[in-house]
């Protein structure tokens, strides 16, 4: 079972409450140490039209205002013994998130899915996106609305023939079970499952038999059945109560659509994001899912996975 031990929760603004409340939650039940970070911005955008002498002086003392801030949140907490530490960084949040997690090994990042966003941000992505693309560690993105976590939902992608692929997927649902054993839950995994002879029936001028089309079709079926069943094996003595589902269907659509349906509070999934053009790092289908999800959602990363971000000097 799954377990964290140095998790980082990102706080900027009062809306980041909840993430660090379930950052919090999980840091007892887990025995973790915890670090709550702010990053302030390097330099305003009206920096160069200001003095500098009387803009250092001013940030020194916000860096400081928030740092106190910070301390006096992680006081309570610390009085009952966790291990919580406070910092204020400066630069890129993502880039700076990433670059602690490599220093400090962090095993869970917690950011609020209303992440605050500048420049940066506008044009490479939020915050939580730019986290789900390059960090290393697993990533749970909270809705700032979000008080439990009653419905949890696994979603794999089994494949018998691809080993990492797999590895992720077991990796998915033992920290699924995890979060649902720590909040009581019950707890959900779906496949959505496509079958590519329908590319075939869609175009009637192909000459093609639909009879073996449907045929192949259904063999694309049951061998997904027999690998989503034969992955969920060892999890059903785990958690007998396992509720599974097997839907037709791209997972961009039907996993919103079912967590909508059931009420789902957090979507545990991974992310295994492409690359383009020259390397250039696209998006993930968590990442296309999380403005669909009405839901906090939980991503990992395959075993292998190697950040572009590297560390540099602390500020």
């Known amino acids: 079972m799954q377990r964290f031990a140095n998790i980082l929760c990102l706080y900027s603004k009062k809306e980041d409450q909840a993430a660090w409340e379930h950052a919090l939650h999980l840091g007892k039940h887990n025995r973790a140490r915890l670090t709550i970070m702010d990053v302030l911005d390097r330099h305003p955008r009206d920096y160069v039209m200001t003095d500098a002498g009387a803009w250092q002086s001013m940030h020194q003392m916000t860096k400081a205002r928030c740092l106190a801030y910070l301390q006096k949140m992680i006081a309570p907490a610390k009085r009952q013994g966790l291990k919580v530490a406070a910092s204020v960084k400066e630069g890129i949040p993502s880039v700076v998130l990433i670059q602690e997690v490599l220093r400090q090994r962090h095993d869970l990042v917690v950011v609020s899915a209303a992440a605050r966003k500048g420049i940066e941000e506008l044009i490479f992505g939020s915050i939580p996106s730019q986290l789900m693309r390059k960090c290393p560690c697993p990533v749970w993105v909270i809705k700032s609305t979000q008080k439990a976590f009653a419905r949890i939902m696994?979603?794999?992608?089994?494949?018998?023939?691809?080993?990492?692929?797999?590895?992720?997927?077991?990796?998915?649902?033992?920290?699924?079970?995890?979060?649902?054993?720590?909040?009581?839950?019950?707890?959900?995994?779906?496949?959505?499952?496509?079958?590519?002879?329908?590319?075939?029936?869609?175009?009637?001028?192909?000459?093609?038999?639909?009879?073996?089309?449907?045929?192949?079709?259904?063999?694309?079926?049951?061998?997904?059945?027999?690998?989503?069943?034969?992955?969920?094996?060892?999890?059903?003595?785990?958690?007998?109560?396992?509720?599974?589902?097997?839907?037709?269907?791209?997972?961009?659509?039907?996993?919103?659509?079912?967590?909508?349906?059931?009420?789902?509070?957090?979507?545990?999934?991974?992310?295994?994001v492409r690359t383009g053009v020259a390397g250039f790092i696209m998006g993930s289908t968590a990442e296309e899912l999380l403005p669909r999800l009405n839901c906090s959602l939980l991503t990992l990363k395959p075993d292998g996975f190697r950040t572009p971000i590297h560390t540099s000097r602390s500020h």
Do not use: C
């Open 154 to 272: 696994a979603a794999v992608d089994p494949d018998p023939k691809n080993r990492t692929k797999n590895k992720l997927n077991r990796k998915i649902l033992d920290a699924a079970v995890a979060m649902a054993s720590w909040e009581q839950s019950s707890l959900h995994v779906v496949h959505a499952w496509s079958s590519l002879p329908q590319m075939y029936l869609s175009h009637g001028h192909m000459s093609v038999d639909q009879k073996d089309i449907l045929q192949l079709s259904h063999s694309i079926q049951l061998s997904q059945q027999q690998a989503f069943h034969a992955l969920l094996a060892p999890y059903y003595r785990i958690w007998p109560r396992l509720k599974i589902h097997f839907i037709k269907g791209e997972p961009e659509g039907v996993i919103p659509r079912l967590a909508g349906r059931l009420k789902i509070d957090l979507v545990v999934m991974g992310t295994v």
